[in-house]
């Protein structure tokens, strides 16, 4: 016969319930990375609340695989978004959606008196051909900017091998072509972390952020640690032009280009470093090997070093340094250069 259970362990485990990734404020709760991605404007407003701002958010997208059941989980998760003052609205495409999520960094052209909060993010989210189709209003939304207390993200799931869909396909290079940084999570906490960090980079630097999400990352599931607190943010010194990054009116088209070129893109590399969003994961004194790997292929790599016997402590003492990018474009260049040289060096 089984020994009963101690009271302790007995009492958390029926505290415990599905609704956990979305009820709690702090703790740890399973959830796949679709769910994640309803956690994080959550988790976002709850952030922007500790600093005494009311703010809101605004979801718009277009299904498809591997994104195909994120609208559900948005649906069934209604009532802890409504009590976060979150807005779910499916786009009628994917160019209406991203358009509708343009329109929420136009929150200041509102005549004064009449907003009811200090800024509204956003998370547009749809699978790679639909970042294909959107690259017109990405463009144009990404030059215009977006506000100090909005802030947009674009989600995207790519299919790298035709799964599901009717060609191979990826984002990071629409991303690239239109201007948004991407950031590649590695794991759901990823998703949660460099969601927070997406969305603080966009309003500081005032472009959207783009994240690329694939099926082995985005459909798994793990234990996450949800916490409003847990990313510390640090804001570089950086110097902004005259008027800052941000969205205003009136607003010519190549006033928005120049400021995009010299300025925007800039100031998400000073973001990228001082956050240390690409890093070392592993390092010792006397570096010889380098590995740099990001998203799916980092989790392949640290389980290809552990099938070869190659633990972190083992790969110090050989002199094999792993570097982790969270952040894919723009490379923080400082970083990578700072990585190569330390193995380089033993050539």
Request: net charge neutral.
């Amino acid at each position: 016969m089984n020994a009963p259970l101690p009271d302790s362990i007995r009492q958390a485990l029926e505290t415990v319930t599905l609704d956990d990734k979305y009820s709690l404020d702090v703790g740890r709760a399973f959830m796949s990375g679709v769910q994640a991605l309803v956690k994080l404007p959550m988790l976002q407003r709850q952030r922007d609340a500790l600093q005494g701002k009311n703010t809101a958010g605004f979801i718009s997208g277009y299904r498809g695989s591997p994104l195909g059941s994120y609208d559900q989980s948005l649906w069934k998760a209604k009532d802890h978004l409504k009590a976060q003052h979150i807005v779910f609205q499916p786009g009628v495409n994917e160019e209406l959606a991203a358009t509708a999520l343009w329109g929420t960094q136009q929150l200041g052209f509102a005549p004064p008196g009449t907003n009811k909060f200090d800024g509204v993010f956003g998370i547009w989210y749809g699978k790679g051909p639909g970042v294909d189709r959107c690259s017109d209003v990405f463009k144009h939304a990404n030059m215009a900017g977006t506000t100090p207390w909005g802030g947009v993200l674009a989600v995207a799931g790519d299919d790298h091998v035709a799964k599901s869909s009717t060609a191979a396909h990826q984002s990071d290079h629409i991303f690239k072509a239109c201007g948004l940084p991407v950031f590649f999570p590695a794991s759901v906490q990823d998703i949660l972390d460099q969601g927070l960090h997406a969305l603080a980079l966009s309003r500081f630097a005032g472009i959207w952020s783009g994240m690329k999400t694939i099926q082995e990352i985005v459909e798994s599931s793990a234990t996450a640690h949800i916490d409003p607190e847990r990313v510390q943010i640090v804001l570089p010194e950086f110097v902004m032009p005259p008027g800052g990054v941000h969205i205003r009116w009136p607003d010519t088209a190549l006033e928005q280009e120049a400021r995009l070129f010299d300025y925007k893109w800039y100031a998400a590399l000073a973001y990228i470093r001082a956050n240390k969003l690409n890093h070392n994961v592993i390092q010792g004194p006397n570096d010889r090997f380098g590995l740099i790997a990001s998203g799916k292929a980092y989790n392949d790599t640290r389980q290809a070093l552990l099938d070869l016997g190659l633990d972190d402590a083992t790969c110090q003492r050989l002199g094999i340094r792993l570097h982790k990018v969270g952040v894919v474009w723009p490379l923080e260049a400082q970083t990578t250069r700072e990585f190569a040289p330390a193995c380089a060096r033993f050539w």
